[in-house]
């Protein structure tokens, strides 16, 4: 069974950095891409950002393109999340989320996409407020 465990979340100033962190166990990464989803309290959660399996493919949001970057560790079974140069709207709460890739997929290692419903298995959320 696999289990998401976030951390890295904090109280930051605008124009600083946090990097989120998330750990995961119980099944063999090579299976799934991982996507980060950011939610602000009353509205939609949003798909941010996306990694492959292979880790050579990557997706972003606009409102973060060229501020955060996601990566992978697979020593580690951990996916990450950059984030710099933050702003108040940047606030609010950071999942990460496994998507098992269909076997059928021509090329599964490079899948990347950030719609909800594609992912299967989700951390417990990261709290980030950007402040001064």
């Known amino acids: 069974q696999l289990q998401l465990v976030e951390s890295g979340g904090g109280l930051v100033q605008p124009g600083g950095s946090l990097e989120l962190s998330c750990a995961a166990s119980?099944?063999?990464?090579?299976?799934?891409?991982f996507g980060w989803f950011h939610q602000v309290a009353g509205k939609e959660r949003e798909g941010i950002s996306v990694?492959?399996?292979?880790?050579?493919?990557?997706k972003y949001a606009e409102s973060v393109k060229g501020r955060f970057t996601v990566s992978r560790d697979k020593v580690r079974n951990t996916v990450y999340l950059q984030m710099n140069n933050l702003k108040v709207e940047d606030t609010g709460t950071y999942y990460c989320?496994?998507?098992?890739?269909?076997?059928?997929?021509?090329?599964?290692?490079?899948?990347?996409?950030?719609?909800?419903?594609?992912?299967?298995?989700w951390g417990q959320g990261a709290q980030v407020t950007v402040s001064s």
């Open positions: 989320a496994a998507a098992r890739v269909p076997g059928t997929f021509l090329d599964r290692t490079s899948w990347a996409r950030l719609a909800e419903e594609e992912y299967d298995v």
């Open positions: 119980g099944a063999n990464l090579n299976y799934y891409a």
């Open positions: 990694v492959s399996i292979s880790g050579l493919t990557t």
